[in-house]
């Protein structure tokens, strides 16, 4: 009653296994082949992501000094101007008492005079001239002047130096590096956008640290009003307090307000963060415009969000980096053919082989090299490498690589031999161990793979050894190149105890194997033999089941089906499948596998046309209350002609069936319905759908007037934000006939551009007729910066004209008519549009 572990030669076994008493079909069962192959060279497992963070524009928010701050220029004291002074001391001496009475021509004629001749008193003298530059006006002599100063220790040194770090701000918009306590700081902010609280106390601009200090902290400051109130904003959006961070931003980002563009970028974010993609790039929309680098920025947050957004950013900005975008992100979630189709509209040749390569495509790959002008070293490897497993002759890249990587070409001459299972001949090629051992092992060379791979300890190697041992017939020594780090090492070691009978310890290591892993389905099976052995023959049916169950396309649950029904195990045609599943069910009626059994019966009955005896085996599976009775059922109504009865067994399993049952059932019954025409029906099985399932209903429930199921179905795909442009133009139908204000406001936020703004319109209608013009008016004005171009635009433009009139603000109203679309007027509202802005005052903007 043993089962054969099924090794690798018929010799070995009658050797190494002669007490086994039954035989399985002889194959290799190490690796299920009796050669092992090339390894795989695999492009990387994930390509570099081009994602960008977030800009910082904190920096470009700090503003330069509003007013200078300085150490006052003190008069010198002395006895006057004696003889035996010396000349520079007198000039300074003289210059400041000039500089001290405003007299600047003269106090620049004594001080420069310093200039010219080396002396003590001339950084002094540049920064008392600077001074008197900064009061002329003349910043950039100024600046020069406090540069200079700022080199040599003197009494208005550290004023100098501050000084000259404000005026650079102001006139370069930088602050070369420093050590001083403010101006450092903000050298940093502006250069390495880090940001630390300055200290004021020792420094000359107290008043201007203060600001600093304030908006470091995101603290509004008066005098630096938006600077500060935009930094604050920035800061909150920093710590997730999005909300508070928008409304600031959102007062920024008016046509007339400083750092709009700032504004605009960060409500983009913030949008974004907030899943709001359709607002996001309106944003980058408008930064267009205004600030590309800004635009470019918001479209790259946006873009790596996924591939989808990459996409339509690339549509949109016509940059092909999104292109390449889309496709890494692709790549790197295994999405391998819409890697390659973004790849190679964006020209990335590279990219788009790899991809190709992991989708194992190794032709597309070789066509796409071939058809590459210049080649570097890596090209011509993948060519050689695709050209190998798409079977494709290799005289040609193998010629091209002989003078240009005479490293490549021998290696892959030896590939090309090793391909037509010449590997004697491919052993005189390869200098690498692990490459020649393979064609030793190819060869039933053994002992040579484990000569070659002696001291040689990487995974490949140690797993090349272990399968010579055993094919050597020495468990053993196959052990003591084994651990446990991978499913194939499991798996081995579990054979190399079968091989020497210890079938419990066998089981051990078949059951480390995942079930997930390319070895799964081997060592389940391998369990099920070691049961068998072992005389556990009911444990060994229950493993058996279980390969069939989870591997049913796998080559070894035919073996397992074989094993189950104890015949000899090879594939069979369905005609044998029928006999050896009668005979089974003949003699085990009531086994827990019959049900499954009797199934696969009726199905091979079904496809040889026998439906009537198909019907008799699945209605005694679902009257004999087994677990496959709704599967049952749905069998019988794929067979069932009669529409009425079919609808009845779908119906059935639609309420009783498990979900995935129920689910089935449920889209064959609206295929049904919609075949005879019952839209209520259909439309009642759609209700329990997906989302866009509803949708549908939604629609049916519509057309044929069942408006209060149409409304409830609109509001509840509305609360969980559902949109599609059929979606609202069906709404927009319900609302006419339900007048739901919900539904309207959910109208007023479509993308169709006709459609919000006809909801808008309507809106502003209904508050008006509720005595609300103003918030009447927000919706007007909302048409008029956003709806531009739809068809009630100017409908809107002068239902806000006489909303404006009726509050008696006629000035607005004059300036809110300005904004008609002249091109799309018609005759009638240019007679009323020209009688309004004779009866109107002219519109002023302040």
Known sequence: MFRLITLFSLSLLLIAFSQIKKEFDLQVEIVAKE???????????????????????????????????????????????????????????????????????????????????????????????????????????????????????????????????????????SVPK?????????????????????????????????????????????????????????????????????????????????????????????????????????????????????????????????????????????????????????????????????????????????????????????????????????????????????????????????????????????????RKGDWLSALSYFDDPYYRALCYYNLKKYEDVLKVLKGIDHPKARLLKAKSALLLGKPSLARSFLTESSPEELYLLGLSYFMEGEYERSIEFFKKVPKDSPFGVRALMKTGDALYNLGKVDSAKQVYWEVLKSFPEDPLASQATLALLGMEERELPPSDREKLIRSYLQKEPNSPYAPELKYQLADLLIKRGEKKEAEKILIELFEGNSPLKYKALLKLASIEEDKRNKAVLLYKVYKEGSSEESAIARRELVKLYEEVGDQQSMAELLEGGDLSDKERAMQIYADIQRWDKARAIANQLISLGYRSPSFDNTLWKIYENTKDRNILTALTKSQDINLSAKAKLEMAKLLKAEGKPKEALEYLVDISLNNKGAQVYNSAILEGVRTFLELRLKKDASCFLERVDANSLSQEERVKIERLKKELPKCEVR
């Not at 006006?137 to 130096?161: T, W």
């Not at 930094?231 to 307000?257: C, N, W």
């Open 178 to 418: 420093n050590e001083n306590p403010l101006w450092s700081v903000i050298y940093e902010i502006k250069e390495k956008k880090t940001y630390r609280e300055p200290n004021c106390e020792e420094v000359v601009f107290k008043n201007y640290c203060n600001y600093v200090l304030d908006f470091v902290k995101g603290k509004v400051r008066e005098e630096y009003k938006d600077s500060t109130t935009l930094r604050r904003a920035i800061v909150l959006f920093q710590a997730g307090k999005l909300d508070e961070a928008e409304r600031l931003f959102l007062e920024y980002s008016k046509p007339t307000k400083p750092y709009r563009s700032v504004a605009l970028y960060y409500l983009g974010l913030i949008a974004l963060q907030k899943k709001d993609t359709n607002k996001a790039y309106q944003y980058a929309s408008l930064l267009e415009t205004i600030n590309r680098e800004y635009a470019n920025s918001l479209y790259s947050q946006i873009a790596q969000r996924d591939v989808l957004l990459a996409r339509i950013t690339y549509n949109i900005t016509k940059d092909p980096s999104f292109l390449e975008l889309a496709g890494i992100i692709a790549y790197n979630r295994g999405d391998y053919q819409l890697a390659l189709s973004n790849f190679l509209e964006a020209k990335n040749i590279k990219y788009a082989v790899y991809s190709a390569i992991r989708m194992g495509d190794y032709k597309t790959a070789y066509s796409l090299l071939e058809g590459k002008r210049e080649k570097d070293r890596e090209d011509y490897l993948w060519l050689l490498e695709s050209a190998y497993w798409a079977n494709l002759p290799m005289e040609e890249p193998l010629k091209a690589v002989r003078e240009r990587h005479p490293e490549l070409y021998k290696e892959y001459l030896g590939w090309s031999f090793f």
């Open 35 to 173: 050669v092992e192959e090339k390894p795989k060279l695999s492009p990387p497992q994930n390509l570099p992501f081009k994602g960008s963070e977030p800009m910082d524009l904190s920096p470009r928010l700090l503003e330069p000094p509003k007013e200078m701050e300085f150490i006052p220029v003190a008069k010198v004291e002395g006895d006057g101007l004696s003889c035996g002074k010396p000349r520079d001391a007198i000039a300074y001496k003289v210059g400041v008492d000039y500089y001290l009475k405003g007299d600047f021509l003269r106090a620049e004629r004594e001080l420069g005079s310093i200039l010219t001749m080396p002396s003590p008193y001339r950084p002094m003298a540049e920064y008392v001239l600077g001074l008197m530059k900064l009061e002329k006006g003349q910043r950039s002599e100024a600046l020069k002047f406090f540069e200079n100063s700022c080199r040599f220790p003197h009494l208005y040194r550290d004023s100098a130096c501050e000084l000259y770090y404000a005026l650079n701000f102001e006139l370069k918009d």
